[in-house]
């Protein structure tokens, strides 16, 4: 059953923490990406990946780090220097290869700052 | 200006009633337009795909864009309970470029 995962479903953390989101993937995908979603605001691009040991800053990258050793695996880390990080982050991956295709999403991580 | 606006509503239709939603843009750059729909608490889901300028037809559901007026649509026809969610444009300058998304329009569909 392919598709992309996202753990955990609900994250707490307490203020000063570092917490890192798992994303995965067995669509064979060489392209992946991290969004943030607030209310009212649509998605925001945090980091991109279109190949594996290549990342590049999104548009709101201050605060977040990434890897990308496997093709498979995109994990994101949000650090104590996100001011803000109470969100609704959610992984996409996209078929590079493809000059047609588009982004497909993951269920999403909520992330709540206690 | 926004790049892309989007009219957040909510909007709330009747059980079979046809559905519009729209997004204009300012940047004349992009040529790939995309509808998602989100439900609560879940991650979006690719409802239609185009590419300039055009219309896209699947099942109930009609994407159109106009590229001349910076204006894409989508219409849903014979709307159902089902499709009540939040639906979000999106849109690139090329298939390798990053995708910038409309805010979303929340739907509720009446039974």
């Known amino acids: 059953d392919g598709g992309i995962t996202q753990s955990p479903k609900y994250l707490f953390r307490k203020e000063g923490q570092n917490v890192t989101l798992s994303c995965e993937q067995n669509l064979n995908h060489d392209a992946m990406y991290w969004y943030r979603q607030d209310p009212g605001q649509g998605l925001r691009l945090i980091y991109y990946?279109?190949?594996?040991?290549?990342?590049q800053k999104g548009d709101i990258a201050e605060g977040y780090s990434v890897s990308r050793e496997k093709k498979e695996s995109f994990p994101l880390t949000v650090t104590s220097a996100q001011k803000n990080p109470t969100a609704f982050y959610l992984c996409?991956?996209?078929?590079?290869?493809?000059?047609?295709?588009?982004?497909?999403f993951g269920p999403g991580t909520r992330l709540t700052v206690l | 200006q926004k790049e892309v606006e989007q009219d957040p509503g909510p909007l709330s239709v009747p059980e079979g009633a046809i559905v519009s939603l729209n997004c204009t843009y300012s940047?004349?750059?992009?040529?790939?337009f995309m509808w998602y729909r989100q439900y609560s608490r879940k991650g979006p889901e690719l409802l239609m795909y185009?590419?300039?300028?055009g219309n896209k037809e699947d099942g109930r559901f009609t994407a159109q864009v106009d590229k001349s007026s910076k204006y894409i649509s989508l219409f849903i026809r014979d709307s159902q309970p089902s499709d009540s969610a939040t639906y979000l444009c999106a849109m690139s300058r090329g298939s390798n470029y990053k995708l910038t998304f409309g805010k979303g329009t929340l739907l509720t569909v009446n039974p």
């Open positions: 185009t590419y300039s300028s």
């Open positions: 940047n004349s750059a992009f040529q790939y």
């Open positions: 990946s279109q190949i594996v040991n290549d990342f």
């Open positions: 996409a991956s996209r078929n590079n290869r493809l000059s047609t295709d588009t982004q497909y």
